[in-house]
């Protein structure tokens, strides 16, 4: 893995089995470009009064050139109860965002080279009689 990763917990104890999961989900990423610059993933666990478990947070940040692509949701779901979903669906929506950036890269690089592939002929001259 090439990317320099950050993994940070947050009123949770450190935990290796998270911590591995994370570092597969960063890897699958690394196959859709190789720009990828930094990733920076914190864990956390906030302290809330509920009647039911604790919803973990996954903040991702990934850095590119030129841009950073960051998902930070408050979990709403009580499927974030268990800290591997939260992760599934904090990535989820980080390669959603990978995908979307590096597809808009892509068409203003071929908007940018249309213009100068396509070249006009030139205007005939008096045609000779």
Known sequence: MNIPLQISFRDISHSDAVEDRIR????KLETYTDRIISCRVVVEAPHRQHKKGTLY???????????EIVVDRDPDDHAHEDVYIAIRDAFEA???????????????????MKPSMVELPEAPLEAEA
């Open 24 to 27: 597969e989900k960063v890897a």
């Open 57 to 67: 947070h996954i903040r991702v940040d990934l850095t590119l050139p030129g841009e």
């Open 94 to 112: 980080v390669r959603r965002q990978l995908k979307k950036s590096l597809r808009q890269t892509r068409e203003k690089r071929t908007k940018k």
